[in-house]
């Protein structure tokens, strides 16, 4: 069971939001890849957060969960003309990821919006960091030469209000990074005002503050992350756009498991528990990937070192190698997996038929409320039944 606290993701909200008071008509586009759990869009939403969407699927929940209120930033790459036309007609920001794009959205549209953007990659220019990659290998955004052609080509379809988007790190906490981020935005609206006459009318610099998943870590300082970006854009007057998911959500989540058979000796100990990498996939995917692990009612007890596994028919099903936890761990202990309120219910599937876990909000009151159930085989089953 995945477990969300109510009063943390406002408390990050609200640190969000004072970061960047410098800046005229702030929005952070929440992510919703990140979580795309209806009741936790509807809390982000009251905080008065806008959404950054990257498919249909996630337009649509925005839609139907009626959160669109504070705008929505249509981030996508290889998108079919429907698409396109349902975040048009939802109000959406659209960012296209290529200079190609720009024609393909006239066309789709009848015409280009009033405001548009298009994604920079700034290839060797800014490097990434271990999560994201290097931005030369990544498939997302468009050269500096393109993004001046369609910021032209925007302008002659009769784009207004002309943007610009990156994205370049990932779970980052330096505030130097971010100022090379923001640096490089400055620099590039320069030479569209410079050489062409094109003012820039909002910058999007991205996500990607990061969250210490280790306790030992020191928690990023995100005044001191605002203060970077101000120091590079807030003279420029415009509205800066984010889109953090991460920050928000992720240490206010918590994955709840029971240890099975308990610790079972072969060429190595194995600490078994009743859920499978399926609900933490980001652990298969990234390679630097920890989370802190509490046993409850084990603090203090000696600890050795084990493999976490569940009971998925995969090698790639240990969640966690060579960790020490308690040595007295018993079946049915309790294990509480932290730091798991981004990218990890998103990221979870059914491989080997393994179901995915249901999600709970914890109110501020202390009540809780169950805001996912858990799936069942009948879901999925779901699908071919009756074919």
Known sequence: MFVYDQLGIETNAKALHEAFRWSPQ??????VKATPTPEILRIIYDTGMGFDCSSR??????????????GIFYSSNNTPDRDYQLASGLGAIINVDKLPYVEQVAQALGG???????????GAIKQGNDIIGDPQQSKFGDTEEHVLDALQAMRRGGVERLGLHTMVVSNEKEPDSF??????????????????????????VGGGLGINYSPEEDPVDVAAVGQAIESELGHLGVPILTE????ITGPNGYLLTRVTHGII???????????????????????????????????????????????????????FKDRSLPASIQPGDLMVIHDAGAHSRANSHN???????????????GQHQLIRRHETEEHLFATTKGL
């Open 26 to 31: 702030y929005v952070n586009h929440f992510a």
């Open 179 to 204: 100022a090379e981020t923001a640096k490089m935005m400055r620099e590039l609206a320069d030479k569209a005002s410079t050489l062409f006459g094109l003012e820039i009318s909002f910058i999007n």
């Open 244 to 247: 953090n998911g991460r920050f």
């Open 265 to 319: 000796e072969s060429h190595a100990p194995y600490l078994q528990i009743d859920t499978s990498i399926n609900n933490m996939a980001r652990l298969a995917t990234v390679t630097a990937a920890y989370h802190h692990i509490n046993i409850l009612g084990r603090d203090g007890d000696l600890t050795r070192p084990m493999h976490v596994v569940g009971s998925m028919c995969a090698n790639t099903d240990k969640m």
């Open 351 to 365: 491989y080997n038929f393994r179901l995915r876990a249901g999600e709970v909000i914890v109110r501020p009151n």
């Open 112 to 122: 280009l919006p009033t405001s548009m953007a298009i994604r920079y990659n700034p």
């Open 57 to 70: 699927g996630e337009l649509m929940m925005v839609d139907q969960t009626e959160v669109g209120g504070h």
